[in-house]
């Protein structure tokens, strides 16, 4: 069982490297002047496809400190949920891997649903136990506000 968490922390700082966006397709708008990213939608599904692809983006629009839930494999008599609160110094990005990536180790993301100022993706691998929800609040723009990491 402590095999399976290093692995999903693991997962977390493999994907710390930042892939670059295709701005013809998901163009990110910057302000004028400075280097300061502006909101890419306030669309959901829009939004995601941007916010997915850039280290970027995810760095901007994750709101700290970030719910950061996963399962302690370790505990007794079963694994239970551990609920951390990270700042933005201990956060690994990219917290979702771009699409070559996703597709290169057979990841799923799917929208769960979207409610009003709220949606949920999972992130899957089929016959795994490989299971990461990610929780989005929209204010001015959507942000990411818990990663709940329920791989065993």
């Avoid at 079963?78 to 201990?90: A, C, G, S």
């Avoid at 204010?139 to 506000?145: A, G, H, K, M, Y």
Wanted: net charge positive; aromatic share 12%.
């Amino acid at each position: 069982m402590l095999i399976k968490m290093r692995y999903s922390l693991l997962f977390f700082a493999v994907c710390s490297q930042a892939y670059a966006l295709d701005h013809a397709s998901h163009p990110v708008q910057q302000a004028s002047g400075s280097r300061q990213i502006k909101c890419p939608s306030r669309d959901f599904y829009e939004f995601i496809k941007v916010f997915s692809e850039s280290k970027e983006v995810q760095i901007k629009f994750t709101k700290y400190p970030l719910k950061h839930q996963w399962m302690d494999t370790d505990a007794e008599p079963e694994p239970k949920p551990v609920m951390r609160i990270l700042q933005r110094d201990q956060v690994s990005f990219p917290v979702i891997h771009n699409e070559a990536k996703r597709k290169k180790k057979n990841l799923i993301l799917q929208i769960d649903w979207i409610k009003s100022n709220r949606a949920k993706l999972t992130m899957v691998k089929d016959d795994t136990d490989y299971l990461i929800n990610y929780f989005f609040v929209l204010n001015s723009c959507w942000n990411l506000v818990r990663i709940e990491n329920r791989s065993l």
